[in-house]
């Protein structure tokens, strides 16, 4: 296996999180420094992809601001979605051997999620008409990713124990009336978003064939937590 990076950030605003992609990724792209996985969980923010359509949003800004839900435009694929406390979200920034191989990298997100539900006894699938991961109808994760200069950044997002009300301002990820679901919801009891991170790493680990090594490339100012450390909301 290639040795990789790896970082849990802990709870961390959007702009925090993504203003750190932006430098990683332009380390990664300069050869600076090698593939890197990012683990954190955010405060709510909903985030509009590429393809994005407005009328995906249900409420308007006034609301989401009186809600205290941030907003952010950004580059990666996709449309609509939300993240918030309870939601594990992981950004790996890797150099693609190829550019064509972009649609195998998404599907390799899928089959890591698939794999770390699976340690719960959670059976989930992809979807050949949308990114992601699914129980039977309702939507577990939601994948995001951009690639420039060969190389990835945004990524994944696995409903923990999400407070899925949120969901309920947008169509989520431009998919009007779907159900979204979480492991705390599937399992009918509590999982912290501390219990999904090992799963999810092993998992990553197997799929991508690479060993990740623990280390802060976290900006100063940023409070980085440990593997284990409980993160998800009170």
């Given at each position: 296996m290639t040795d990789a990076l790896f970082e849990d950030l802990g709870r961390i605003g959007y702009k925090g999180a993504w203003d750190l992609q932006?430098?990683?990724?332009a380390e990664r792209v300069a050869g600076q420094r090698p593939d890197t996985l990012l683990f954190c969980e955010h405060d709510p923010v909903l985030t509009m992809g590429k393809s994005g359509k407005g009328q995906n949003l249900l409420v308007s800004q006034d609301e989401l601001r009186r809600r205290g839900v941030e907003y952010y435009a950004v580059e990666r694929g996709g449309d609509l979605t939300f993240h918030g406390p309870g939601q594990l979200v992981a950004y790996p920034i890797f150099k693609l051997p190829r550019l064509r191989e972009?649609?195998?990298f998404v599907r390799?997100?899928?089959?890591?999620?698939?794999?770390?539900?699976?340690?719960f006894g959670i059976e989930a699938q992809q979807r050949a008409d949308h990114a992601g991961a699914f129980v039977r109808d309702a939507k577990i994760a939601s994948i995001g990713a951009a690639v420039r200069s060969g190389v990835t950044y945004h990524g994944l997002a696995l409903d923990v124990c999400t407070d899925l009300s949120h969901f309920q301002l947008i169509n989520p990820c431009g998919m009007p009336g779907v159900a979204v679901t979480s492991i705390s919801r599937e399992l009918g009891r509590e999982v912290s978003v501390a219990d999904a991170k090992t799963p999810l790493l092993d998992a990553m680990t197997e799929v991508f064939e690479l060993n990740f090594l623990l280390q802060d490339v976290a900006p100063q100012g940023v409070v980085a937590r440990s593997l284990n450390a409980h993160t998800s909301a009170q």
């Open positions: 932006l430098r990683l990724h972009v649609q195998a390799k997100m899928e089959g890591a999620i698939i794999a770390a539900l699976a340690t």
